[in-house]
């Protein structure tokens, strides 16, 4: 392949776009344009929304399933390091004890930091006693 | 199993301290100890690059038989060129969290988790250079841009904040699951994972169109994180929402991260492909360039200048790429093409740092990145107007300041190459140069000839550069030093650049 | 062996993944449409594993590694719609519009 054999593509492009533009071009310019406010709305099915529905979920559902995806996911290793663990030897247990340390890490922290708490009481406790200098940031006008 | 450790122990030394971090956050002391504790394993980690690179030297250094340290079967290989790259990743990120100290320290964000996952990402980093293979290749890259996504969202209040993040990371998942396509369609047709083994398949078995398929997926995929144009939508708007020296660290080490992969895919596992990679990559230069500088030349805002300015340089960092789209071009010039690019990287890495460290001080006591009010700094901070003179000076590419070496060598390598496209985008660089050199100046022009706005209070603002922090005028001297000498002695990086491009050899 | 149907059916919902992508204009639904696309790449490697007769078995580890990447990229990118939901009050792509030229 050589620069030159870019050029159907090139040209592809540009005709594709080229012909987007001279539809679009078009109607704007030929179609006749009364607008009125029903038709300027956006399409929606039945009665016009008043406000955003109300929020379904608490929000500790989201960080629970997070966490409970990832560190299940994780396990996966293990499957890849079971079929073969007894051509390893201690090495492989090695490594795998590891690896696991690495995940009881992970789940200390997480632990330590309040995320496991599903009590919110216990949730402003740790903010004060564990991270006392974490403060929520004052929001900034957009 | 019989592993060099030696050969691991940047990454050892690394990935200890980011646990350290993560414990230390946990126990009650005061935040800033692991910002002490992440410099310090920064620096403890660059320990073995050294005596991995001054090998020969050293007594109780038992030397591999070959040039490079191979372990796990290939999959990672210790060579002048990922020591030298590991170098830049570790000082740059060292540099970057110099700058963030100050800055979240500030905003009391949860600085512990930041500079966790500042350290993840130069982990990724740093096993980047070495990975010789698809998988490490892509978990390297995931780590290296899976914590930058929630680092430009570190300001949680800021809306715009939270938008540079979440347009960051889609861009970001789309470009891996692109990546990731592409990787599939290379290993269906080669059955190899290995950048060695790919090479010799490839060779074997000739083209095919699914291996050019997915050969340019892939690179696509990586063009996306080096935003090269057209695929830089996000670029500008991640960088001027994110916190200052997130964009920093985005700038030079992620992106950086981006070019090795490209560097070590198209010259190691495509290097039988080069007349698939080179026209891509000479066109992403060419595009690059013309429409990061022309976009640069219309902003009024600092950091998204900087952020326009960034794709331009990829592009000029992909200008020596672009030299193989020349069918009689000869193994020397491509390991000449290698030596450009990894020394505009080293180069770049410095300037850019600097030039966002002047940013972040100025625009931490003037309340605005905005060019018109840095109008008539050097009549209240002159030190500071200084540095920006310097390193937009730099990045203009003046001698004797480190970016004109940088683009000289770009120039040469594509010059060398007898052929009439290479020639061509050396042309296009040429003018791009020009129209850079203009933007660059407008903003020292600003800075040193204009007057002070009345928004401004000058008289305040007096002397405000030596109340700049402590750990952001270490990092202001560290790359003003840097950026002086390797402009004024060249040949330092040169050698460094030399032993690296031997990494692209047997062409 | 039948490769070719495992090959379109990892390029359909590729295809299908990147058509989300562009159209959802829900972060989460452009979310799960990422996930589809690192589905598909997840069948052809395994497909291609089993076309080449891999005896390091390279493509169903790959596959492994994208599956467990794949879920700490919905963990980042579910807390990041968090964020701007409670932000904001809406998840939609199309209202992140305050970083424009």
């Known amino acids: 392949m050589t620069l030159a054999d870019y050029l159907p593509i090139a040209l592809m492009l540009i005709l594709g776009v080229g012909f987007a533009a001279v539809m679009m071009l078009a109607s704007w310019r030929l179609g006749p344009n009364r607008p009125t406010p029903e038709k300027l709305a956006p399409y929606e099915c039945g009665i016009v929304p008043l406000q955003e529905p109300v929020e379904r979920f608490p929000v500790k559902f989201y960080i629970v399933a997070m966490l409970f995806v990832i560190f299940d996911v994780e396990l996966i290793f293990l499957f890849a390091w079971a079929v073969r663990f007894d051509q390893f030897g201690w090495a492989g247990i090695g490594a795998m004890a590891i690896f696991v340390a690495l995940l009881i890490e992970t789940l200390v922290y997480v632990w330590k930091r309040g995320a496991l708490d599903w009590n919110v009481a216990s949730r402003e406790r740790y903010r004060r006693v564990v991270a006392p200098d974490a403060e929520v940031a004052p929001r900034e006008a957009a | 199993m019989n592993v060099d450790y030696h050969a691991l122990a940047p990454e050892i030394i690394l990935g200890i301290t980011v646990l350290a971090v993560l414990v230390v956050d946990l126990l009650r002391i005061p935040k800033y100890w692991t910002a002490v504790i992440g410099l310090v394993g920064l620096f403890a980690a660059f320990v073995p690059v050294l005596t ?399 007057q002070v706005p009345d928004t401004i209070p000058a008289a305040e603002l007096r002397g405000m550069g030596r109340a700049v922090a402590p750990s952001l005028q270490f990092a202001l001297v560290l790359t003003a030093v840097g950026v002086l000498v390797l402009g004024i002695f060249p040949n330092l990086i040169a050698d460094v650049g030399d032993v690296a491009k031997t990494v692209a050899a047997g062409f | 062996m039948l490769i070719n149907q495992f090959l379109l059916l990892g390029a359909a919902l590729f295809a299908l993944g990147v058509y989300g992508v562009l159209t959802r204009r829900n972060a989460v639904m452009v979310l799960l449409s990422v996930e589809l696309m690192l589905a598909a790449v997840n069948i052809n490697f395994v497909a291609f594993d089993r076309l080449i007769g891999d005896e390091l078995a390279g493509g169903q580890i790959f596959a492994l590694f994208i599956i467990a990447v794949a879920a700490a990229e919905v963990g980042i990118g579910l807390a990041i719609i968090l964020l701007i939901f409670r932000n904001r009050r809406s998840a939609n792509v199309d209202e992140l519009d305050l970083l424009k030229l």
């Open chain 2, 52 to 450: 991995l690179g001054f090998c020969e030297s050293l007594d109780f250094c038992t030397e591999p038989e070959t040039a490079q340290r191979v372990l796990f079967g290939g999959s990672f290989v210790v060579d002048t060129f990922s020591l030298v790259l590991k170098g830049l990743f570790l000082g740059a990120t060292a540099v970057a969290l110099l700058l963030s100290v100050g800055y979240i320290e500030e905003d009391r964000y949860w600085q512990g988790e930041f500079y966790f996952l500042m350290l993840c990402s130069a982990l990724g980093a740093v096993v980047l250079a070495s990975s010789r293979d698809l998988v490490t290749l892509f978990v390297a890259l995931e780590l290296v841009t899976g914590p930058t996504f929630l680092m430009a969202g570190w300001r949680k209040g800021d809306p715009r904040s939270n938008e540079a993040a979440l347009k960051y990371f889609i861009i970001g998942v789309l470009s891996a699951a692109i990546l990731l396509f592409g990787m599939s369609l290379v290993y269906g047709y080669t059955g190899e994972l290995t950048f060695g083994g790919i090479r010799a398949a490839t060779a074997a078995l000739g083209d095919s169109a699914l291996l050019t398929i997915g050969v340019i997926l892939t690179l696509l995929g990586f063009a996306f994180k080096v935003s090269a144009v057209p695929f830089h939508f996000w670029t500008p708007d991640t960088y001027q929402g994110a916190p200052i020296p997130v964009t920093a660290y985005l700038s030079v080490v992620s992106k950086t991260a981006g070019f090795v992969g490209l560097l070590t895919l198209s010259y190691q596992a495509f290097a039988e492909l080069r007349d698939v990679w080179g026209p891509l990559l000479w066109i992403l230069a060419a595009l690059s360039m013309t429409v990061g500088n022309l976009i640069a030349v219309r902003q009024d805002d600092i950091v998204r200048l900087l952020g326009y300015s960034s794709i331009a340089q990829g592009g000029f960092i992909l200008v020596p790429f672009g030299a193989a789209v020349a069918g009689n071009v000869t193994g020397d010039q491509l390991e000449q093409a290698f030596f450009a690019t990894v020394t505009y990287l080293l180069i770049y890495a410095v300037m850019n740092m600097g030039a966002f460290a002047v940013v972040i001080a100025g625009a931490n006591r003037l309340k605005s990145t905005l060019i018109a009010d840095w109008g008539g700094l050097s009549s209240y901070a002159p030190g500071l107007a200084g540095l920006l003179a310097l390193f937009f000076a730099s990045l203009a590419g003046i001698p004797p300041i480190a970016g004109w070496f940088a683009k000289l060598v770009m120039f040469s390598s594509v010059l060398g190459v007898d052929s009439g496209w290479a020639t061509a985008l050396a042309v296009i660089a040429v003018l791009n140069s020009v129209v850079a050199f203009y933007y660059y100046a407008k903003v020292i022009k600003s800075a040193w000839f204009d």
